[in-house]
C-alpha cells in the first residue's frame, strides 16, 4: 500500500481544494492539476513545467514538486529525467494489465459482498440498489450516470468488508480514462452497465458469491476495449500536440 502521506487521487471528479489557511496548499495545487487534466486544460503528452505552475497558482515551487510526486503516484501524469512531468498518455500494454488487476481486486469485492449478505442491513442496501437501478433504467438516459455509478460500487466494496477494495481499485487506474468514458458515454454502453448492475446487485442479494465474483469481473472487463480505443485517441492527441506545441509561455 502507498504511504498514508500520500494519498489515492479518486477517478472521479477532483473536488476543489481551499488555498490558504482553509486548506493544504499541496492539496490546492494536487487538486487544482488534476482538474485541469480531467477537464482537458492540459492536453496528454503536455509538459508541466514547475516554473509555470508555480507562477500561475502563486505557491512555492516545493508545493508544486510535492503534489506532482502524488500525481505520478496517482497516474495522473509521468516524471521522466531530463524532461520532467508530462500529462500521462497510457498505453494499450498498461491499459491490459491495470485492467486485469483492476477485474480481480472487482471481483474479490463482490465476492465478499454476497459472501457477508447476511450482515446486519446488507439485504436493504441491495435492495435499495436495485431500485435504483431499476428507476435509472425507466427514466432511459444515462445523465448523472457518472454519480450513480460510483454510488452502486462504492456500496458493494463497502459491503465486503474490505476497507482497501475501493482505495485499490483507485490506485490501479488511470483517472483520465475514466473522466473520458463517462464524458462521452454512448447510450448502448450505459444500457450494458445498467444490465452488469442488475447482475450483480442479484447475485449478491441471493448470496451467490460466484456468481457476484463473475459478473463484477465480466463488467470490469468490458471496460478494456472502451479504454484502449480511448487511450489510441490520446496518443494521436499527443503526437499532434508535439508537432503543434503550445507557444512558449503561453497557459493553456
Known sequence: MNDPSTPIVPFYQPHVAPKGPGGSVVDYVLTEIARRIVNGDYHPGQRLVEADLTQDLGVSRSSVREALRRLEINRFIRIEPNRGATVATPTRDEIVQQFRIREVISGLGARAA???????????????????????????????????????????NEMSGIPDIGELLDQFNFPILHTIYFRDLSHEHWERNMSDH?????AVLH????????????????????????????????RNGARNPPARGRQP
Open 198 to 202: 442488475l447482475d450483480i446487485a442479484r
Open 207 to 238: 448470496g451467490d458469491a460466484l456468481a457476484a465474483e463473475h459478473f463484477a469481473r465480466q463488467h470490469m472487463h468490458r471496460m478494456v476495449d472502451i479504454a484502449i480505443a480511448i487511450a489510441e485517441r490520446l496518443q494521436k492527441e499527443a
Open 114 to 156: 454476497a459472501e457477508r449478505i447476511e450482515q446486519p442491513g446488507h439485504k436493504a442496501l441491495v435492495l435499495q440498489l436495485l431500485a435504483e437501478v431499476e428507476e435509472q433504467t425507466a427514466r432511459g438516459s444515462e445523465t448523472n450516470h457518472r454519480r450513480e455509478n460510483g454510488r452502486f460500487h462504492r456500496t458493494i
